[in-house]
């Protein structure tokens, strides 16, 4: 897997912005936060947000894939606003759950997600070598 990082561009924060990469792909469906019975336990985006990285995590592993084997990530969020002034703890919680591996990303604010109680919803590819 390579970084894509063209010369003299400045240093994107918390992305990458292209990877380069080979091998078995495994898709990840749109993770939203809830849990294993597709009940919310949190109703606010940082407790979301986590347990949407968890589920993506799980369903990598089912895959035979780790967090660092993830080349494409895009969030959809309900709310802006919500994300970029909690962007300290989303920060936080993504090295704890992904770890410090930033593949390249997308986040789009959409109107609205198919289940009412998602804040964010998660969607990764990865590439095992």
Do not use: C
Not at 8 to 18: E, H, L, M
Not at 60 to 68: I, N, S, T, V
Not at 83 to 89: H, K, M, P, V
Request: a negative charge; zero cysteines; aromatic letters at 8%.
């Amino acid at each position: 897997m390579d970084i894509l990082h063209p010369p003299g561009w400045a240093r994107p924060k918390g992305y990458s912005n292209g990877i380069a990469a080979s091998g078995r792909m495994v898709f990840v469906s749109g993770m939203v936060g809830w849990d294993e019975q597709e009940r919310f336990q949190a109703t606010d985006l940082i407790g979301q947000v986590r347990r949407a990285l968890a589920n993506v995590v799980a369903v990598l592993k089912e895959g035979g894939a780790q967090p660092e084997h993830i080349v494409r990530m895009t969030w959809y969020l309900r709310d802006k606003r919500a994300y970029l002034a909690a962007g300290r703890e989303i920060g936080a919680a993504y090295r704890e759950i992904i770890g410090k591996h930033f593949p390249a990303m997308t986040a789009i604010e959409v109107t609205d997600l198919i289940e009412d109680a998602a804040l964010v919803e998660i969607e990764v590819t990865a590439v095992l070598p």
